[in-house]
């Protein structure tokens, strides 16, 4: 058994608009990762499941080491088809916004779900949800959005409803929120729900070599690249810092996804206990902050970044160029120095 950590109110309010909407929309948030595909994919299937008329839209591409997941060619990515993605939005009765706080984590998306005269359900585990849904089941100390899905499901009482295509889903995004099971995943209850859907049928080790263990040539050597010749190392502030431009990106024939998990690689160094990503995009420098024990990524993130996240993942966006942003990042290491001296005692 787990613990009720929704509140029952949050369940019931669920339940009622499910009994009375059909038409229902899911919504991710921007650059969607495993868990915000694997919680969109796993209530998508279940919605389906209970008979219910289900579309997931996402504001832009996904990472092709998700694109296995069944459900996935029924995505709907609004830049590719903006109009159409409205009009569904429009026409829905229900939309369940999963892995994000605020509208602004929509990207070209925000205006339309603002606009949607739907009932709206917020299912997430980031600090400060902003109030624009109608129902909001937001628990920070969870793991991951995926965990929640489950959660929600178990305690209307549909456990049987969800099929294999659902649970796959919801340990995919289980698995890369963790980083493998590599942080915020020293609770037990995490692995009773792995053990109930294994129970549904689902193969890990299979799931875990789809998503992080098949690679192409390319992904290889960009990663090898960064690295080799793109990764520095601040020893007396006990950090790592990888960076990546747009040019460095194309000389490797940057796919989406390719740089997954490059910002834990420099946690394996002895010492290294917080570590940095900088890719820079079209218009800005996507960031991605690691860490181990107790170093508050997420603090920096928030602090200097514009984003947030959680305690050892975190992420943000930076307007300017990547001179600029690692003159900031060398600046700032010194005032968390009392987190990082500690952690390395």
Not at 256 to 269: H, M, R
Not at 289 to 298: E, I, M, V, W, Y
Request: a negative charge; proline letters at 4%; hydrophobic letters at 40%.
């Amino acid at each position: 058994m787990i613990s009720k950590i929704i509140l029952e109110e949050c369940i019931q309010q669920v339940s009622k608009l499910l009994d009375k909407h059909d038409n229902i929309v899911i919504v991710c948030h921007v650059s969607p990762d495993g868990d915000a595909i694997g919680s969109s994919l796993g209530l998508y299937h279940f919605l389906e499941e209970i008979g219910k008329r289900v579309t997931v839209i996402v504001p832009d591409s996904l990472p092709k080491n998700l694109l296995f997941l069944k459900g996935v060619k029924d995505i709907l990515t609004y830049t590719r088809y903006p109009e159409y993605a409205q009009e569904l939005i429009e026409q829905a009765e229900l939309i369940f916004c999963l892995d994000f706080n605020a509208l602004s984590r929509l990207g070209d998306l925000e205006e339309p779900i603002r606009k949607a005269s739907a009932k709206k359900v917020m299912i997430d585990h980031h600090l400060c949800p902003e109030p624009f849904c109608d129902v909001i089941i937001s628990h920070p100390q969870v793991s991951s959005t995926c965990e929640l899905v489950f959660r929600l499901i178990c305690r209307m009482g549909m456990f049987e409803y969800l099929p294999l295509k659902s649970a796959n889903a919801i340990y995919v995004g289980m698995m890369t929120d963790t980083g493998n099971f590599t942080y915020n995943s020293n609770k037990p209850e995490m692995y009773f729900i792995v053990g109930e859907l294994i129970k549904k049928g689902i193969n890990k080790d299979d799931l875990y070599t789809k998503v992080c263990n098949t690679n192409s040539l390319n992904k290889l050597r960009l990663n090898g690249f960064a690295i080799h010749e793109k990764l520095t190392v601040f020893e007396p502030h006990h950090t790592a810092m990888i960076t990546l431009t747009k040019d460095e990106l194309k000389r490797f024939h940057y796919q989406k996804g390719d740089s997954e998990g490059l910002v834990n690689v420099p946690l394996s160094i002895p010492g290294v206990v917080f570590s940095a990503f900088f890719r820079e995009e079209d218009d800005f420098i996507k960031v991605s902050l690691r860490s181990k024990g107790d170093f508050p990524a997420n603090k920096v993130a928030e602090e200097w970044f514009n984003g947030g996240g959680h305690l050892n993942a975190a992420g943000g966006e930076f307007y300017g160029t990547m001179d600029e942003i690692i003159t900031r990042f060398v600046k700032l290491l010194p005032q968390y120095d009392a987190y990082l001296k500690t952690e390395t005692n």
